[in-house]
């Protein structure tokens, strides 16, 4: 059984991050601040071990921070980014039908309060990301 308790079917909930406007114009100002604080090795992987996963985050419909350790963490964006992803008051539910969450597997975006799905979308790859030292960040 894993540490989900759910045996070889796990379902997992993503936090929602700050919200967006209905168009994507890029990243944000304040997802643009949060991905400066690390750098793309260009490093992917199409699978992640649930185990592995300490927490996912939504930065906004686009961009996914998925942290694996202390210092580890790796950036999914989506292949045609997540409807309603990084709204408050939104979750990201995904069913795992073994222990790995994967490129292309489709997570829903399903609201907090009525339950109502606003979205869905499939995973990109993860791409491992390193953490800039605090004095590089500007």
């Given at each position: 059984?894993?540490?989900?308790?759910?045996?070889?079917?796990?379902?997992?909930?993503?936090?929602?991050?700050?919200?967006?406007?209905?168009?994507?114009?890029?990243?944000?100002?304040?997802?643009?601040?949060?991905?400066?604080?690390?750098e793309r090795?260009?490093?992917?992987?199409?699978?992640?071990?649930?185990?592995?996963?300490?927490?996912?985050?939504?930065?906004?419909?686009?961009?996914?921070?998925?942290?694996?350790?202390?210092?580890?963490?790796?950036?999914?964006?989506?292949?045609?980014?997540?409807?309603?992803?990084?709204?408050?008051?939104?979750?990201?539910?995904y069913?795992?039908?073994?222990?790995?969450?994967?490129?292309?597997?489709?997570?829903?975006?399903?609201?907090?309060?009525?339950?109502?799905?606003?979205?869905?979308?499939?995973?990109?790859?993860?791409?491992?990301?390193?953490?800039?030292?605090?004095?590089?960040?500007?």
């Open positions: 059984m894993n540490r989900f308790g759910f045996g070889a079917i796990a379902t997992g909930i993503l936090a929602a991050g700050c919200a967006t406007g209905a168009g994507y114009a890029g990243p944000s100002d304040k997802v643009s601040a949060t991905l400066a604080k690390y090795t260009g490093e992917t992987t199409a699978c992640l071990n649930i185990g592995r996963i300490d927490s996912i985050k939504a930065l906004d419909e686009r961009h996914f921070l998925v942290r694996t350790g202390v210092n580890s963490y790796y950036l999914n964006e989506p292949s045609a980014g997540c409807n309603g992803a990084g709204r408050s008051n939104q979750r990201i539910q069913v795992l039908g073994n222990s790995q969450l994967c490129r292309n597997q489709i997570v829903t975006v399903v609201d907090n309060t009525s339950g109502i799905i606003s979205g869905s979308c499939g995973l990109g790859s993860f791409e491992k990301l390193e953490q800039k030292p605090a004095d590089a960040e500007e």
